[in-house]
C-alpha cells in the first residue's frame, strides 16, 4: 500500500497561546506572532514568555481522520532523538524546537477516484495543518493490457505480468479450467517422481500446490516441501533461540553457528587472565577450549604435564643475563627478553598467589631461583635472584669417616643387643632350675638313684639227686 509522508513541524517559540491556557490565565490570540518578541510586541501581558524557568509539553492531534487511513507518528524531542510511535513531546522550554514526521498508510484501495482531508493540530494551538490524500491504485503498466494473451493460454488478460483468467479458467497462465479432471496436472505437483503430491503437506490444484495450514507453524513452497519449525533442537528450543528455521535449515543469528546455532562465536570465555587463548595450547570452539597439544587439559588448557613449561622457555633469558652480569641491553639477552620485565632481589618471596617459582640447577650445582607473572599486557613480571644459591662441597674424608664410623656404631649396637638377648635368655633359664631344685622334698638315704653295694636274689627251683628232690636257695 502507499505511504505518503508528511512532516509537521512544531516550534514552542509559538506558545503564547499555549501557556496561558495551562497557567490558567489569559490567551493571547495572535494568530500572527511567531516568536515570543512579537508576541511581547502584540499582547505585553504575556511577559511571562521570557522566562526560561517555564516547561511545557507539545503533542499532536488528528481531525477528521479517514478510516481507510493508518497514521504513524515520529517524535524529534528536543534532545534531537526520534521517538518512533509517539506524538508529544515534554519537557520543553522557551527556544526549544520539537519536530514530528507523519506518515500514511492506505488499508485499501477505493473503488472509485476519491479525496481526503483530515487535519493536524498541535493541542492548544490555533494553528493547523491539513492533509489532502488522493489515492492512486492504478499502476502505468496497467495501460498496456493483453486481451485473450498468448501468455494466458488465450483464455485471460495479460496485464503488469501476470494473467487475469477469463471465467471459468484458473492458473498462472490461466492453463485450467474449472472443473476439469485435475489428475493430468498432478504429476506438476510432485517433487520428484513417486514422491507425494505436494509432499504429503498440501492439495494440488491446477498444476499448484496449495498448502494445509499447521498449528506447530507455517508451510510453504511450490511443493509444500518447506516449514518454519522442522529443524533441529538444543534442549528443547528451535534453533537453541539463536536462529531462524528456512525449509529445515537453520540460519543462525550474528554470533552463532552450528547445525542448531548453539554454538557461540564468542571467544571471551576461553580466554585467560594472562589474556591468553587456551593458554595458546588449543581452539576455542562454541566457547570452550578445545585442546590440541598433546597432555594439555583443564577448561582453559592450562594444565600441560608433558609440555615445555613456562619456567623452560624462560630459563634461557635468566641464564643469558646471569651470564652477561645482568645487562638486558646486550643483543643476545635483549632477544630472549624482549616480553620480560626483570626485578632483581636478594631473597625470593613468594607473597603472589598467581606468582610461579622455578629453580633449575647450575653448572656448578648452583640452584637459581626465579618468579614470573603474566601480565595483563602480555608481558612477563620475571622476579631474579641476584646470584645463585651455592652450598659448600663437603670434604670427602669427612664423608668417608662418617660412613666407616656410622658402620661401627651400627655394628656394636647390634652386638650389644645380641649380648643382652643372650643373658637374658640366661637368667631366664637359670630362675627357672633353681625354682625346680626348691620343690624337691626327699632325703639322700631315700634316694631314688642309690645302689647298694651288695645285691641279693632268691632263685625258686627243684632239681633231682641221687633220687632226691630238693628244693631251696642257691647263694
Given at each position: 500500500m502507499p505511504r505518503a509522508p508528511a512532516?509537521?513541524?512544531?516550534?514552542?517559540?509559538?506558545?503564547?497561546?499555549?501557556?496561558?491556557r495551562l497557567a490558567g490565565l489569559n490567551i493571547c490570540t495572535s494568530g500572527s506572532a511567531t516568536s515570543c518578541e512579537e508576541c511581547l510586541l502584540i499582547h505585553p501581558k504575556c511577559a511571562w514568555c521570557s522566562k526560561e524557568s517555564i516547561r511545557s509539553k507539545v503533542e499532536l492531534s488528528v481531525w477528521d481522520q479517514p478510516e481507510d487511513l493508518n497514521l504513524f507518528f515520529t517524535a524529534t524531542c528536543q534532545d534531537g532523538v526520534s521517538y518512533p510511535g509517539q506524538r508529544k513531546c515534554e519537557g520543553l522550554k522557551i527556544g526549544d524546537t520539537?519536530?514530528?514526521?507523519?506518515?500514511?498508510?492506505a488499508r485499501s484501495c477505493p473503488s472509485r477516484h476519491t479525496e481526503h482531508v483530515f487535519a493536524l493540530r498541535p493541542v492548544g494551538f490555533r494553528d493547523s495543518l491539513e492533509v489532502g490524500v488522493t489515492y492512486n491504485c492504478t499502476c502505468g503498466c496497467?495501460?498496456?493490457?493483453?486481451?485473450?494473451?498468448?501468455?494466458?493460454?488465450?483464455?485471460?488478460?495479460?496485464?503488469c505480468g501476470l494473467c487475469e483468467c477469463s471465467?471459468?479458467?484458473?492458473?498462472?497462465?490461466?492453463?485450467?479450467?474449472?472443473?476439469?479432471?485435475?489428475s493430468v496436472y498432478q504429476n506438476l505437483c510432485r517433487e520428484a517422481e513417486g514422491k507425494p503430491l505436494c509432499s504429503g503437506r498440501g492439495d494440488c490444484s491446477c498444476n499448484q500446490c496449495s498448502c494445509f495450514e499447521s498449528e506447530f507453524g507455517k508451510i510453504y513452497g511450490p511443493f509444500c516441501?518447506?516449514?518454519?519449525f522442522s529443524c533441529a533442537r538444543n534442549k528443547g528450543v528451535l534453533c537453541s533461540g539463536h536462529g531462524e528455521c528456512h525449509c529445515g535449515e537453520c540460519k543462525c543469528h550474528a554470533g552463532y553457528?552450528?547445525?542448531?546455532?548453539?554454538?557461540?562465536?564468542?571467544?571471551?570465555?576461553?580466554?585467560?587472565?594472562?589474556?591468553?587463548?587456551?593458554?595458546?595450547?588449543?581452539?576455542?570452539?562454541c566457547g570452550q577450549c578445545q585442546c590440541t597439544e598433546p597432555g594439555a587439559f583443564g577448561e582453559m588448557c592450562e594444565k600441560c604435564p608433558t609440555c615445555p613449561d613456562a619456567c623452560s622457555t624462560k630459563r634461557d633469558c635468566v641464564e643469558c643475563l646471569l651470564l652477561h652480569s645482568g645487562k638486558p641491553d646486550n643483543q643476545t639477552c635483549h632477544s630472549l627478553c624482549r616480553d620480560e620485565v626483570i626485578t632483581w632481589v636478594d631473597t625470593i618471596v613468594k607473597d603472589d598467589q598467581e606468582a610461579v617459582l622455578c629453580f633449575y640447577k647450575t653448572a656448578k650445582d648452583c640452584v637459581m631461583m626465579f618468579t614470573y607473572v603474566e601480565l595483563p599486557s602480555g608481558k612477563s613480571n620475571l622476579t631474579v635472584l641476584r646470584e645463585p644459591e651455592c652450598g659448600n662441597t663437603p670434604n670427602a674424608m669427612t664423608i668417608l669417616l662418617a660412613v666407616v664410623g656410622s658402620i661401627l656404631l651400627v655394628g656394636l649396637a647390634l652386638l650389644a643387643i645380641w649380648k643382652l638377648l643372650v643373658t637374658i635368655h640366661d637368667r631366664r633359664e637359670f630362675a627357672k632350675f633353681q625354682s625346680e631344685r626348691?620343690?624337691?622334698?626327699?632325703e639322700m638315704a631315700s634316694n631314688p638313684l642309690y645302689r647298694k653295694p651288695?645285691?641279693?636274689?632268691?632263685?625258686?627251683?627243684?632239681?633231682n639227686k641221687f633220687n632226691k628232690s630238693y628244693n631251696g636257695t642257691v647263694d
Open positions: 512532516p509537521l513541524y512544531a516550534c514552542l517559540l509559538g506558545l503564547c497561546a499555549l501557556l496561558p520539537a519536530s514530528f514526521e507523519v506518515s500514511l498508510e496497467s495501460v498496456g493490457l493483453e486481451p485473450n494473451s498468448a501468455r494466458c493460454n488465450g483464455s485471460g488478460t495479460y496485464v471465467p471459468g479458467y484458473l492458473g498462472t497462465r490461466c492453463e485450467c479450467q474449472d472443473g476439469e479432471n485435475q516441501e518447506c516449514d518454519n553457528i552450528g547445525d542448531n546455532c548453539n554454538c557461540s562465536t564468542d571467544i571471551s570465555t576461553c580466554r585467560g587472565r594472562d589474556g591468553q587463548i587456551c593458554s595458546e595450547r588449543g581452539h576455542c570452539l626348691s620343690r624337691a622334698r626327699y651288695i645285691s641279693t636274689h632268691t632263685v625258686d627251683f627243684t632239681f
